[in-house]
């Protein structure tokens, strides 16, 4: 199977799926990044735009070129924290649009629906959403003001562990204005793995940058975690000695069958439109399994082939892809 790679974790919209009192925090959050500052509002049109790929049109041919064979979305509902500006569009609207991309490209794409708990009809909205063929689990992203571990949503997953679906939970520091990262803690995750043992859940970016080690301890010794490298080809490109010694450490703790690949590549004609970036990371992860400056090879091409695909067809259930 270690000619086999799903992107386990990446995304395809168009700006205008996204909320505006999101897209206008990421405005701030841009206008801020240099001297002189910059009104937000003067590039809040030009947001995301260059992020844009709503056919998936580039997705795919970006796919074709890597040897990608299919790809997870991870959907995200930012319609309760983005909401405080202007018009958004709806989650279940949303949910719906990924199922008919997927089935646009059926074989290639499927997805994990958002769901924010807070909403008034959240039951209703999961029902729904996990009634999609392609749907194959639900994405939760608590740093948007919500907790895990709230009795109030203990429902969604009883829900999640009686459809024996899974659950990818962002776990990452990153995210700025107007996300509460706290949240996304790998020991709130933690915690939900002791109170639903039995829950198949994924650690989205596995902390990087800052949370790394304690995403990988909170996975450690729980049968159905999984840590989830996408946006470590950061880390990679940067310092390719530590990514090997870091993917070894988790090798030897959890398991090369708990780790799964993914990117979050954002793609449109300004992120990778050609799938350059997709390819250099596909090849740095193949090298774990090859000798590197006088460092022995990380995993067997066994142990790749379930980091590039087995891990994610056993996580999502892709049958199609075992």
Not at 96 to 121: K, N, S, T, V
Not at 149 to 157: G, I, K, V
Not at 250 to 260: D, S, T
Request: aromatic letters at 8%; glycine letters at 8%; charged letters at 25%.
């Amino acid at each position: 199977m270690s000619d086999l790679v799903i992107d386990a974790h990446l995304h395809v919209w168009d700006a205008s799926w996204l909320p505006e009192g999101l897209r206008l925090a990421w405005a701030r959050q841009g206008a801020g990044r240099r001297l002189p500052e910059r009104d937000p509002q003067e590039i809040l049109a030009h947001v995301s735009r260059g992020q844009s790929d709503p056919e998936a049109r580039l997705t795919i041919a970006a796919f074709d070129r890597a040897g990608v064979k299919a790809g997870v979305v991870p959907v995200v509902d930012w319609t309760v924290v983005g909401a405080p500006a202007g018009e958004h569009l709806p989650i279940a609207s949303l949910n719906a649009r990924y199922e008919q991309l997927c089935d646009e490209h059926e074989g290639r794409l499927y997805f994990a629906a958002g769901l924010d708990p807070r909403h008034a009809d959240a039951r209703a909205l999961f029902e729904a959403a996990v009634a999609h063929p392609h749907c194959r689990g639900v994405k939760l992203y608590p740093a948007a003001g919500w907790d895990l571990r709230d009795p109030d949503h203990a429902w969604l997953f009883e829900a999640l562990r009686e459809r024996d679906l899974p659950v990818v939970v962002h776990c990452s520091p990153l995210g700025g204005d107007p996300l509460q990262t706290i949240r996304s803690r790998p020991a709130e995750i933690g915690a939900l793995l002791a109170a639903y043992p039995t829950l198949r859940v994924s650690f989205a970016h596995a902390g990087i940058e800052a949370w790394w080690a304690e995403a990988l301890d909170c996975a450690t010794g729980w049968q159905h975690a999984y840590l989830e490298l996408s946006l470590w080809q950061r880390l990679a490109q940067r310092d390719y000695p530590e990514f090997r010694r870091r993917v070894r450490l988790m090798k030897e703790q959890i398991g090369a069958h708990r780790l799964v690949f993914g990117s979050d590549i954002i793609r449109g004609p300004r992120e990778d439109p050609e799938g350059d970036e997709l390819v250099r990371w596909i090849s740095m992860v193949r090298d774990l399994a090859a000798p590197y400056d006088g460092d022995a090879p990380v995993l067997s091409a066994e142990e790749l082939g379930l980091l590039l695909a087995g891990n994610a067809v056993r996580l999502f259930d892709l049958k199609e892809h075992s």
